[in-house]
């Protein structure tokens, strides 16, 4: 294939080495190649099988609108973005182009986030109380993360009537932190951590590449979450 990747960050650097390893073509745009998406002309798209961005809240819905009107096929990594999602699924439809959309495409995230649905769903009626903590590198723009906000999102879930907002983060930013995300259910008795520690970005990065293979033959609208079982 030839992949489009949008954000020349850590992370949109290592998705462009992987898409290579894996056989790809890749050409990379940075933030001042493509301000305010003037890059995504629809020739230019046209070229790509898919674009994956990994740019920035400001950035991804711009790139978005550009992408998908063309009917081409995105990968979203960029957080922060996800009161546009509405707006995004309809024009998706409407050009029956393709999105695949995640918080994190970490498969050891994914598999964190059915351990948490399931400790809540188990506890609901045990006097435990959730909370969360996250910490990332000081570059990372929102806070708290997407993957933590799918935590809490999952375990008020579980509790079934609990309001995610309900459910406690705390965010920390510093140094080169790749990402860790603790989710903690405390009672009086005794105590639960549920952990993800990513080591690098890679599992990331490969994720990335893997939904791209995937939504590359496909159209409408996915959430990481729901496919990443098929890739």
Known sequence: MR???????????????????????VHVLDAKENA?????????VAGFDVVIDFTTPEAVVQNMRAVLATGAKMVVGTTGWYGKLP?????TERRQAGLLYGTN??????VMLQLAK?????LKTCGYEFSIEETHHTSKLDSPSGTALSLAAVVASG????????IPIEAKRMGDV??????????SA????????????????????RAAEWISTRTGVYDFQDVYTQL
């Open 118 to 122: 399931k400790m809540a769903e188990s």
């Open 3 to 25: 992949i489009l990747v949008l954000g020349q960050g850590k992370t949109g650097k290592l998705v462009a080495e992987v898409a290579a390893e894996r056989g790809h073509g």
């Open 105 to 110: 495409f970490s498969i050891g995230v994914q």
């Open 87 to 91: 707006d995004m699924r309809g024009l």
């Open 190 to 209: 005794d105590k639960i951590l549920l952990t993800h520690e990513a080591h690098s970005r890679r599992g990331f990065a490969e994720g990335a590449v």
């Open 36 to 44: 305010n998406a003037a890059a995504l002309t629809p020739p230019f």
């Open 159 to 166: 509790l079934q009537g609990k309001p995610e907002g309900d």
């Open 178 to 187: 790749a990402g860790i995300h603790t989710l903690t259910a405390k009672s």
